[in-house]
């Protein structure tokens, strides 16, 4: 799923493409895609964008009127533009599941897969916003890490499970949740309410350090290109899908933890003391026989 690196690299590129540009027309090829009626999409063509940012993993596209198109990506959706060369329209992909026809080009959303998760709403103004906004706190608007710890130890949870909860932390998934806890050093299942001062510092920082290097990561690799490619398995991840390969910084075997169609990375020597965390995958099956230390894995 694209996180807020990813989110920002987008809308960069589209603020240069699409900014002050008139949406011609839009085409819908999956009847999955468009989650509400009114006002209906036709309200928004032939209308010039006038704003394009964030709100937690989604795109908004604000045109005159005060109409906003609001994009999901979700797992599997991306982002495609390609210049109007000519008159003649390019050929939709199968995988198309919109296409917005600029007056300057095209931009399409595709979706791998055969699940229809991405989603686009129509919504009328800042109210509209509001009510897809999740309200996880934006990290770099925040002025020290003391409104990071109150949201943070609210609840008692893992550490994995705040950072990627939507309404503590705008932006943070699955991948980026593992870099920023590989770059504290601590557990992904260290339960929040359990933290030192001292180690809530350490992941404000981290978060914030890691999610400003990937950033800058994307930017110089889509240079003035439209962000392709985008994936949650990037290479220069020190742990993120990066299982069985060596910890960048103390050599030992990166390590998992897997559930439904998502996985934690971590080092065992780096994050957990040595430990194994149980995977439910196998951990249930091998029971007295699954390891609990780095150094049984051989």
Known sequence: MPEY??????????????????????????????????????SVEGKRVVAVHRLGKRICVGLEGDGWLVLHLMIAGRLHWKEKVNATPAKRSKRDLAAFEFENGRLTLTEAGTQRRASLHVVKGEAGLRDLNPGGLEIFELKDSKAFAAALQSENHTLKRALTNPHLFSGIGNAYSDEILFEAQLSPTKLTQ?????????????????????????????????????????????????????????????????????????????????????????????????????????
């Not at 819908?28 to 009626?37: D, H, K």
């Not at 910890?247 to 080092?267: D, F, L």
Request: charged share 30%.
């Open 5 to 42: 690196p990813d989110i920002v690299v987008y809308i960069e590129a589209l603020e240069k493409r699409i900014r002050d540009r008139r949406l011609e027309r839009v085409h819908i090829a999956s009847p999955f895609l468009l989650r509400t009626a009114a006002p209906p999409l036709s």
């Open 194 to 298: 359990r933290l030192t001062s001292d180690e809530v510092e350490r992941l404000y920082t981290a978060t914030r350090t890691t999610l400003t290097e990937w950033v800058e990561r994307l930017r110089k690799e889509s240079g003035e290109g439209f962000p392709e490619g985008v994936t949650a398995f990037r290479e220069g991840m020190a742990v993120h899908g990066r299982y069985k390969e060596p910890c960048p910084r103390c050599g030992a075997r990166i390590q998992r933890i897997r559930y439904a169609s998502n996985e934690t990375n971590y080092c065992p020597t780096c994050q957990t003391g040595g430990k194994l965390l149980a995977d439910r995958a196998l951990s249930r099956i091998l029971r007295d026989d699954w390891p609990k230390t780095a150094e049984e894995l051989g």
